[in-house]
C-alpha cells in the first residue's frame, strides 16, 4: 500500500460526508447553526491525539494499531483490555456506518425507507464491503483512493452549487442558536450537538492498522494521520457549512417539523435527478468508508490473534498470502455487524445508540494508548521512531489525555430526563459492559499471557546498581 492509498484509507474511514450526512439533522435540531463549531473543537483534540499515534506507529509499524502499540508501551494486560474496547467499537462502528446509509439506499432506488428496509440495506453494504476486502489488498487500495476521490470532489461540487444557486443565509449564523435549547444556557445545548464533531474525527488510526502492509511506515503513516485529519476536518466543516446555509428555516427543523433537512435541500436545489445523483456519490462515500472499517477491524483481530490473545486464534491468524489478507478475521469482521444491525430492531433510536457507543469505545480506546504513552514517558520512554515530538512530546500527550477525558465524560452524560435511567444511560451502560466482560474474559482465561511477543518494552529498564 502507497503513500496515498494509506492516506485515503483513512479518509475514507474519517469520511467527512459520512459523518456529516449521518448526524446533520441531529445536531441541527439540537444545537441550532452554532453546532458546526463542534467540528473545531473536536478537530483540534483529536489532532493532538493523531501526532500522539504518529509518534508511536513510526517506532512500532505493527498491524492492529491500538493494540500492539498498548503492549510495547504498558503490558499485556493492558493491551489486552485496550484491543477489546477497540474491536467491539470498530464492529459497532461498522453496523453504524452501514446503517446510516439506509435512508440514503432508499432514496437513491426509489424505495419507502422503514427500519425493516433500513437493517437490510445495512447488511447488504456489510457484504459487498466484505467482498472487497476479501479481494486483497491492492483491491482495498483501489477502492480506498476510489472512495476519497469521488468522496471530496463531490463535497467540492455540491458545496460550491449550494453556496452559489441555493443559499439563504450569511456565516453570521453560526452564532445564532436560533432558540435551540428553549432558551436555557446553551453550552450544554452545545456539547449534546457536539456528537457531530466526535463522531467525525476518528479514522486517522487505520492509517497504521495495515502498518505491516506499507512501504515505509515510519514516515508515510504519521503524515497520513495528520493529512486525514486535516484535510478531512476541512472537508467535513466545508460540507456542514454548505448544508446549514442552504437550509432555509431552521427553526422547523429545531421544532421536530423539517426531520431531514439535507434531502430536502439536495432535492430542492439540484431537483430529482440531480439528487439522486448525489445520492450515489453519498452511496459511495459510505461503502467506502465501511471498506475501511472492516480492513482495520480484520487486521486488529488477526493482530490479536497472532499473539493468541484470543479464543480461536489458531483459526483467526490464518492469512491468504496470495490476496493479502487475513480471511477468517475479516469475516467476523462482517458477521458480527450484520447481528448487531438485525439487534438495533428492538430499539426505537437505535442509530443514535449505535453511533454513541461507537464512539465511546473508539474514545475510550484510544486514551488507552494516550495513557499508556504518558505514563511510558513519565518512566523514560523517548521516541526513536522516524517521526518524533522532541520536546512537545510531554505536552501534547496531556493535552491529547486531557480532551479524551473531556470527549468520553460528554459522549456518556445522561440528557434526556424523560426517558428511562437505562435509555438515558445506555451508553454508558454498553461500555460497562464491554469492560465488565473483557475483564471476566481476560482473568478466567488468561489468552493475555499465552503469547510471546514483546510487551512492556517501550521502558527502559532501570539499572539495580
Known sequence: ???????????????????????????????????????????????????????????????????????????IRWAWMTGWVYMWALLVTITAVAYGAGPYIAILFGFEPSVHTTVLCTVALILVAALINYAGTKALSKAAVIGFTAELVGALVVGIWLLSTHRFHGLGVIFDNFGAGGGE????????????????????????????????????????MRRTVYVGGAAATFTCLTLLLAVSDYQAVIDGE???????????????????????????????????????????????????????????????????????????????????????????????????????????????????????????????????????????????????????????WARNPDQSWWENWIVLLCGGVVLGTGLLYMFTTHHYGRGDAPAGDAIPKRSKV
Open 1 to 75: 500500500m502507497g503513500p496515498w492509498a494509506n492516506f485515503a484509507l483513512g479518509f475514507t474511514y474519517l469520511s467527512p460526508v459520512v459523518s456529516t450526512y449521518t448526524l446533520f439533522a441531529t445536531a441541527l435540531a439540537t444545537g441550532g447553526p452554532p453546532m458546526i463549531w463542534a467540528f473545531v473543537l473536536a478537530g483540534a483534540g483529536q489532532f493532538l491525539v493523531a501526532l500522539v499515534f504518529g509518534e508511536i506507529v513510526a517506532q512500532y509499524p505493527i498491524a492492529g494499531g491500538v493494540y500492539p502499540w498498548a503492549r510495547r508501551l504498558w503490558g
Open 185 to 224: 444556557s446553551y453550552f450544554p445545548v452545545f456539547l449534546a450537538a457536539a456528537i457531530i464533531g466526535f463522531y467525525q474525527y476518528y479514522g486517522f488510526e487505520a492509517c497504521g492498522d495495515l502498518a505491516e502492509e506499507v512501504a515505509r511506515p515510519g514516515i508515510v503513516i504519521p503524515k497520513a
Open 258 to 412: 423539517d426531520t431531514d433537512p439535507v434531502v430536502r435541500v439536495l432535492f430542492d436545489a439540484l431537483g430529482e435527478f440531480g439528487a439522486r445523483m448525489v445520492m450515489a456519490v453519498v452511496l459511495i462515500s459510505f461503502l467506502s468508508c465501511t471498506v475501511s472499517l472492516q480492513a482495520a477491524a480484520g487486521r486488529l483481530i488477526y493482530s490479536y490473534a497472532r499473539d493468541k490473545m484470543i479464543v480461536g486464534h489458531r483459526l483467526l491468524r490464518s492469512f491468504s498470502y496470495a490476496r493479502a489478507v487475513p480471511h477468517h478475521a475479516l469475516l467476523v469482521a462482517a458477521v458480527i455487524p450484520t447481528v448487531i444491525a438485525f439487534g438495533s430492531l428492538i430499539s426505537e433510536d437505535a442509530l443514535t445508540k449505535i453511533v454513541s457507543f461507537a464512539i465511546l469505545g473508539i474514545y475510550g480506546s484510544f486514551q488507552m494508548v494516550v495513557l499508556a504513552a504518558l505514563r511510558a514517558r513519565l518512566k523514560g520512554w523517548r521516541a526513536t521512531g522516524e517521526f518524533k515530538l522532541g520536546r512537545w512530546g510531554l505536552l501534547v500527550n496531556a493535552g491529547a489525555l486531557a480532551y479524551g477525558i473531556f470527549a468520553i465524560i460528554n459522549i456518556s
